[in-house]
């Protein structure tokens, strides 16, 4: 179970499980039914199941069918775009990996030669590091290890170490070197 919410409404004790699945096929009959078992085992009386890649035509069906438990699957394979920005803005995530749903970027600053300061890190959950642009303030996740930044035509540049194991350093570099 990835959450289990417990209080009281008017007076009655109350137990709400919560899963998500990430699967790359179609949530099943066979994870619902394992979800209901899991809720009926730990005395909980309803269930909320994400499934990120859609439904099998029989897994509602199956949810409507588990008793005395009412479950409530939710398909985010339509919804996704519309809600993940705004649970970013709700956990305080601010990675710029799209995939990315929890991560905080640890932010460094980068002296660099002409006195500024460049911030850039990587995420604490997924590791793509970011540069934070001093010129047009738009935050960039590092795909390659030059990247242009997404909101100018600035360049930056990581510097890794002679393992490729940290970044020693993050600078800005002209469009001609890139």
Not at 135 to 147: K, L, P, S
Request: aromatic share 6%; with cysteine; hydrophobic share 35%.
């Amino acid at each position: 179970m990835d959450v289990l919410a417990k209080g009281s409404v008017e007076g009655s004790a109350i137990s709400v499980g919560i899963e998500c699945k990430r699967y790359t096929k179609k949530l099943g009959i066979g994870k619902v039914g394992e979800f209901a078992g899991k809720l009926d085992d730990i005395g909980a009386q309803s269930g909320i199941l994400y499934a990120l890649s859609g439904l099998s035509p029989g897994a509602q069906a199956r949810a409507d069918g588990a008793g005395p438990i009412r479950i409530e699957i939710r398909d985010l394979t339509a919804d996704l775009a519309d809600w993940s920005d705004d649970l970013h803005e709700l956990v305080g995530r601010d990675c710029e990996n799209e995939n990315c749903f929890a991560g905080t970027v640890i932010w460094r600053e980068w002296p660099q030669e002409s006195g500024e300061l460049l911030r850039a890190g990587s995420c604490d959950s997924c590791g793509t590091w970011a540069v934070h642009c001093g010129e047009c303030g738009e935050d960039t996740a590092f795909i390659w290890r030059t990247q242009q930044c997404d909101g100018c035509e600035r360049v930056y540049e990581q510097l890794w170490d002679r393992k490729d194991s940290d970044v020693d350093d993050v600078r800005v570099v002209s469009l001609s070197e890139a």
